[in-house]
């Protein structure tokens, strides 16, 4: 007789909207761990949650995906999470310190797949490991931000500008297609930029934060 595997949710997370795409690998590296710990471990992926171009130092209960994923916890059954790493979770130790609390009172267990005992070990030394990592992610990603504004500075000085957000014609090229039809569509007075929005948001497009679009977005869309 086959055990019976456990029920768990997926959680990903990518920091930068540049990292968000179809095109882009990010989301599909962090799937392919997950499945693969899963498979691996008798765990049954039941369900999965996706927070796009949200900041690991964002608290967990202040991201759209997380917050469905605790909604859905409630009611499915499934009372463990299984993430890539510790960072996907978290990045900001407090963050990262906090939001575990947060998961230990409402009896979910939370399991990054590279490695699985690093929020369960309560010794001395295992605690320290964690903070100090997550010092070191901090360390990090501080590090980075550093590089990368002393390159825009760079750019600015040698051409007089800088690569700024990359715009919906690249990030969401279907959904624009879509919103151009709809705004043609009517004969006479035009569909209002709200309808065009919730239309979108009906066939599945939304913004990076899962959320409608707003006028400004769907102006700039048809424009």
Not at 50 to 55: E, P, W
Not at 164 to 179: D, F, M, Y
Request: glycine share 6%; charged share 30%; proline share 4%.
């Amino acid at each position: 007789m086959s055990k019976k595997l456990v029920k768990a949710a997926a959680y990903l997370r990518t920091s930068s909207a540049a990292n968000v795409g179809r095109d882009k690998d990010s989301d599909k590296c962090q799937r392919a761990a997950i499945k693969s710990f899963a498979k691996a471990n008798g765990y049954e992926i039941i369900n999965e949650y996706y927070d796009a171009a949200v900041s690991g130092a964002d608290a967990v209960n202040e991201r759209p995906g997380f917050t469905r994923m605790l909604k859905r916890l409630a009611t499915n059954g499934a009372k463990t999470i299984i993430v890539e790493s510790p960072d996907r979770f978290a990045r900001d130790l407090t963050v990262q310190l906090t939001g575990h609390d947060l998961l230990q009172e409402m009896g979910i267990e939370l399991i990054p797949a590279s490695a699985p005992d690093f929020f369960t070990e309560d010794t001395p030394t295992a605690v320290l490991v964690r903070q100090v990592l997550g010092a070191i992610y901090q360390f990090e990603k501080a590090g980075l931000v550093a590089k990368l504004a002393v390159a825009r500075k760079r750019k600015r000085e040698a051409t007089g500008k800088c690569e700024g957000r990359k715009p919906l014609s690249e990030t969401a090229p279907e959904a624009v297609v879509l919103a151009r039809q709809l705004h043609r569509k009517r004969k006479g007075s035009r569909m209002s930029l709200r309808t065009i929005s919730a239309k979108l948001a009906a066939q599945g497009y939304v913004n990076e934060r899962d959320n409608v679009y707003n006028p400004k977005s769907i102006a700039t869309m048809v424009g």
